[in-house]
T-cell receptor, first 119, second 115 residues
Framework: EPEVTQTPSHQVTQMGQEVILRCVPISNHLYFYWYRQILGQKVEFLVSFYNNEISEKSEIFDDQFSVERPDGSNFTLKIRSTKLEDSAMYFC?????????????????FGQGTRLTVV | AQSVTQLGSHVSVSEGALVLLRCNYSSSVPPYLFWYVQYPNQGLQLLLKYTSAATLVKGINGFEAEFKKSETSFHLTKPSAHMSDAAEYFCAVSYFSGGYQKVTFGTGTKLQVIP
């Protein structure tokens, strides 16, 4: 069964360093997302990406964040200068444009997440 | 904007007892509703999703949810809890915003199953 894969599963970085979180979405999906979950808190939307551009972003997704789909298969989230409060589990998700029933009621498929720890 | 509200951040049930996790939605248009489950240290897995074809939706692991428009609810139930059901459950709503489809999650309900 196709799945979304994320690497690495766990990344530890020093405050101020740049990190890149990588995701390989399901191959025929057209919508891509990043979410984060701070320990013990709810899943928060960061950004959605469609047709090679950001379609929507939350207030969390400031200038320190960027996303890229460099080669048609990977979807990356870059944090330029990490802060302690960026420590969280980051989930990538992808969605098909239409489902098997022909509607746009398609669910997002999530990766296993990357746990980012900023020290 | 569309949103979902999950009542109860923690729910405890005995093994074999009924599981009821509550979700109410706010939507001005027919919503697309989902329940996801997150097991410890894992990603989000789809349990079930609402389509307009049926108000009672059956998902994996014996879970089901009923869409009630009059109550704007989409509560998740399971007749008999199993120890393996201990996890966090998220209700989510999907909708079009600015021409794009967005998914918003509830705050989650952590289910504890007591032997």
């Amino acid at each position: 069964e196709p799945e979304v894969t994320q690497t690495p599963s766990h990344q530890v970085t020093q405050m101020g360093q740049e990190v890149i979180l990588r995701c390989v979405p399901i191959s025929n999906h057209l919508y891509f997302y990043w979410y984060r979950q701070i320990l013990g808190q709810k899943v928060e939307f960061l950004v959605s990406f469609y047709n090679n551009e950001i379609s929507e972003k939350s207030e969390i997704f400031d200038d320190q964040f960027s996303v890229e789909r460099p080669d048609g298969s990977n979807f990356t989230l870059k944090i330029r200068s990490t802060k302690l409060e960026d420590s969280a589990m980051y989930f990538c998700a992808s969605r098909a444009f239409t489902g098997t029933d022909g509607t746009s009621n398609t669910e997002a498929f999530f990766g296993q997440g990357t746990r980012l720890t900023v020290v | 904007a569309q949103s979902v509200t999950q009542l109860g951040s923690h729910v405890s049930v005995s093994e074999g007892a009924l599981v009821l996790l509550r979700c109410n939605y706010s939507s001005s248009v027919p919503p697309y509703l989902f329940w996801y489950v997150q097991y410890p240290n894992q990603g989000l897995q789809l349990l079930l999703k609402y389509t307009s074809a049926a108000t009672l939706v059956k998902g994996i692991n014996g879970f089901e949810a009923e869409f009630k428009k009059s109550e704007t609810s989409f509560h998740l139930t399971k007749p008999s809890a199993h120890m393996s059901d201990a996890a966090e459950y998220f209700c989510a709503v999907s909708y079009f915003s600015g021409g794009y489809q967005k998914v918003t999650f509830g705050t989650g309900t952590k289910l504890q199953v007591i032997p």
